[in-house]
T-cell receptor, first 119, second 115 residues
Framework: AQKVTQAQTEISVVEKEDVTLDCVYETRDTTYYLFWYKQPPSGELVFLIR??????QNEISGRYSWNFQKSTSSFNFTITASQVVDSAVYFC????????????????FGKGTHLIIQP | NAGVTQTPKFRILKIGQSMTLQCAQDMNHNYMYWYRQDPGMGLKLIYY???????DKGEVPNGYNVSRSTTEDFPLRLELAAPSQTSVYFC??????????????FGSGTRLTVV
C-alpha cells in the first residue's frame, strides 16, 4: 500500500531562519507523482509543486526549494529566509496506482507539518 | 474561473440527519474525488470517480454514498450523520489519472459539524 510520512508534526522557527520539512513515501508503482500543498489558516489547499518519479532534478522557486531523492524515497521541502506569511500546515502527497496490488486513484497525503514562523 | 465549487461551506447537522454535500467542476475533468480532513490529520480519500456512471471506494467510505450521473457533478451523501463524521470535506478533480497534466484542482472545502 502507498504511504506518506511527515515525521515532523510541528516546527517553530524565528523569522529569517531556514527550515526544511521532511517527506518520506512508499509505493510499489514505478510511475508516480509527488506533491506539496500549503494549507494556510483560512483552510484552502494551495498547490506548491508536483514532481514525477522520472525527474530527480531539484527545483527552486524563489525562497522555496525541493530535494527529491529516489534512493531514500524522500521529497523534502526547504524554505529559505522564512517569513511570517509562511506559517501554515504543509502536506506532502503521493499519486500512484499500484496495479499489482490494486489501490485507489487519487492522492495519498501525509499528516502534515504545522510550520510556525515567529516574528 | 469557477474550477471546483463546493456547497455549502459550513453546516451543522444533528445526529441521525441526512445531507448531501455538493461538488461541481466546469473543467471537463474525468476524475473526481472526495476527501475528509480530521484535525491534525492529512486528507483521507472517501470515494472517487473515473467518469460519469463509475464510482469506487477510497480509504474511508463507511457512512457515505456517492453518485456520478454527469461529468460535472459528484455529490457526497451522508445518510445517518454521526459525530465521527465531523470533519472538513474537500472535493477535487483532475483531467488525467495520477494528476498528470494540469494536476488536481481542489474545492474550498465544507466544514461539517455533527452534534
Amino acid at each position: 500500500a502507498q504511504k506518506v510520512t511527515q515525521a515532523q508534526t510541528e516546527i517553530s522557527v524565528v523569522e529569517k531562519e531556514d527550515v526544511t520539512l521532511d517527506c518520506v513515501y512508499e509505493t510499489r508503482d514505478t510511475t508516480y507523482y509527488l506533491f506539496w500543498y500549503k494549507q494556510p489558516p483560512s483552510g484552502e489547499l494551495v498547490f506548491l509543486i508536483r514532481r514525477n518519479s522520472f525527474d530527480e532534478q531539484n527545483e527552486i522557486s524563489g525562497r522555496y526549494s525541493w530535494n527529491f531523492q529516489k534512493s531514500t524515497s524522500s521529497f523534502n521541502f526547504t524554505i529559505t529566509a522564512s517569513q511570517v506569511v509562511d506559517s501554515a500546515v504543509y502536506f506532502c502527497a503521493l499519486s500512484a496506482v499500484e496495479y499489482s496490488g490494486g489501490g485507489a486513484d487519487g492522492l495519498t497525503f501525509g499528516k502534515g507539518t504545522h510550520l510556525i514562523i515567529q516574528p | 474561473n469557477a474550477g471546483v465549487t463546493q456547497t455549502p461551506k459550513f453546516r451543522i447537522l444533528k445526529i441521525g440527519q441526512s445531507m448531501t454535500l455538493q461538488c461541481a467542476q466546469d473543467m471537463n475533468h474525468n476524475y473526481m474525488y472526495w476527501y475528509r480532513q480530521d484535525p491534525g490529520m492529512g486528507l483521507k480519500l472517501i470515494y472517487y470517480s473515473v467518469g460519469a456512471g463509475i464510482t469506487d471506494k477510497g480509504e474511508v467510505p463507511n457512512g457515505y454514498n456517492v453518485s456520478r450521473s454527469t461529468t460535472e457533478d459528484f455529490p457526497l451523501r451522508l445518510e445517518l450523520a454521526a459525530p465521527s463524521q465531523t470533519s472538513v470535506y474537500f472535493c477535487a478533480s483532475s483531467y488525467e489519472r495520477r494528476g498528470q497534466g494540469e494536476g488536481y484542482t481542489f474545492g474550498s472545502g465544507t466544514r461539517l459539524t455533527v452534534v
